[in-house]
């Protein structure tokens, strides 16, 4: 292993699973789904989704109502990430030092769906001064660094399903160049909208299966049909193994590789050959300085459309071979869009560091032509050393991330 290495000192976690690491973590290692139908989703051509329970905004704090979901999801995933590293928001030995690193594949779109509406039903007089401050697809970056008082980098980037990941592993780089010396980096995403649910469905990438919601996404069955559409955060605290050591902080594991790619095939459509995400693949093994036969797990991008799986399976067992075990914690959270490369990231750490390999839920019968080891039925515990997090977007924008045990 030649690669640097950025050790996760904190982990923040906002799911369909539940709101904290443990709880999240819990369901995921369960294997139980969280796909259920919602009244107020009635009228749209799907009605189920996967929704975090039970989250209450004004626990944030008074301004809570000037943020869009995703940037509460954000900021709540933040402040459970710097507690866990031990960081107090504003304490900064020099808060230019300390970047902000969110991704986002629809930013604020539940008040610019609401706001759009207004403008067409009541004129352009009554629509929102707050739309675009919270609305922006920057803007849970944006009020996180406000937040915590962070005056260091701070972007945003879209890249679809794989915003979450392209932030960490640029947050990974901002430590390499030596430009920070703490990262809070991840993904945010509240898109359980009428606009996105109908784009979604029109697409036919939804699932169908409205009869039973607890099945519906099962990552590489036979009979798997489409994704369910979730929300959430997943945020990490990133430091150089020896910012984490000179405070005494042990890191709950590390990031030693990062890969990204494009398909330059199709908007929607993955390469048939998965080409580009084979290239983000070995693009995070050459930086990592491993092979692929040093993966031990992978937490895949499992979407659970018919199309994805097979071609993910492929690139799999072509890098890492028949044996490598993999799975999609897609079964339970559904799909978070661009939170979920930071969330499943999040997952892959708690991998390493727990020795628990989650399921795939709902996975029942694997398709004959998924010829790698999947885990489904029951969580297996096994000592992980490396793990792969795969993450592929619309517009063939593909991130891969090595994450190793502390």
Not at 323 to 345: D, F, M, Q, W, Y
């Amino acid at each position: 292993m030649t690669g640097f290495a950025a050790a996760v000192t904190g982990i923040g976690l906002v799911t369909p699973a539940g709101i904290g690491v443990k709880e999240s973590w819990d369901r995921v290692v369960e294997g139980r789904p969280t796909a259920a139908h919602h009244a107020d989703l009635e009228g749209l051509p799907v009605t189920m989704a996967c929704r975090v329970p039970g989250f209450a905004p004004a626990a944030l704090g008074r301004t809570a109502w000037q943020w869009d979901r995703y940037a509460q999801f954000a900021i709540a995933a933040t402040r459970e990430a710097l507690d866990q590293a031990g960081l107090v928001p504003g304490e900064w030995a020099d808060s230019s030092r300390v970047a902000v690193i969110l991704g986002s594949g629809a930013g604020g779109t539940a008040t610019l769906e609401a706001q759009h509406r207004v403008l067409l039903e009541e004129g352009p007089e009554e629509i929102s001064a707050m739309t675009l401050p919270m609305g922006l697809l920057n803007m849970a970056a944006g009020q996180v660094a406000i937040d915590i008082g962070a005056h260091g980098p701070s972007s945003a980037p879209c890249t679809a399903c794989a915003a979450g990941a392209s932030a960490i592993g640029l947050g990974r780089e901002l430590l390499r160049s030596g430009l920070a010396d703490i990262v809070v980096a991840g993904g945010a995403e509240a898109p359980i909208t009428p606009l996105y649910l109908s784009s979604f469905a029109r697409m036919r990438a939804l699932s169908r299966r409205l009869d039973d919601p607890g099945t519906a996404s099962r990552p590489f069955d036979t009979a798997r049909d489409g994704f369910v559409l979730g929300e959430g955060a997943g945020v990490v605290v990133l430091e150089s193994e020896e910012h984490a050591r000179a405070r005494g902080v042990r890191p709950v594991a590390r990031v030693i590789g990062y890969g990204a790619s494009a398909d330059a095939h199709h908007v929607t459509s993955p390469h048939p050959e998965g080409k580009g995400a084979e290239l983000a693949v070995r693009a995070a093994l050459a930086d990592a300085g491993l092979t692929g036969r040093d993966i031990d797990y992978v937490n895949a991008h499992g979407t659970s459309t018919p199309l994805n799986d097979v071609i993910e399976a492929g690139v799999i067992h072509r890098v890492a071979g028949p044996n490598v075990r993999v799975s999609s914690t897609k079964g339970v959270t559904g799909h978070p869009l661009g939170a979920a490369g930071s969330i499943e990231a999040a997952f892959a750490a708690l991998t390493v560091h727990h020795g628990v390999i989650p399921p795939s839920a709902s996975t029942a019968e694997v398709d004959p032509r998924v010829e790698v080891d999947v885990v489904h039925g029951a969580a297996r515990h096994a000592r992980v050393g490396v793990a792969l997090s795969n993450s592929f977007g619309f517009g063939g924008q593909n991130a891969a991330l090595l994450i190793a045990s502390a």
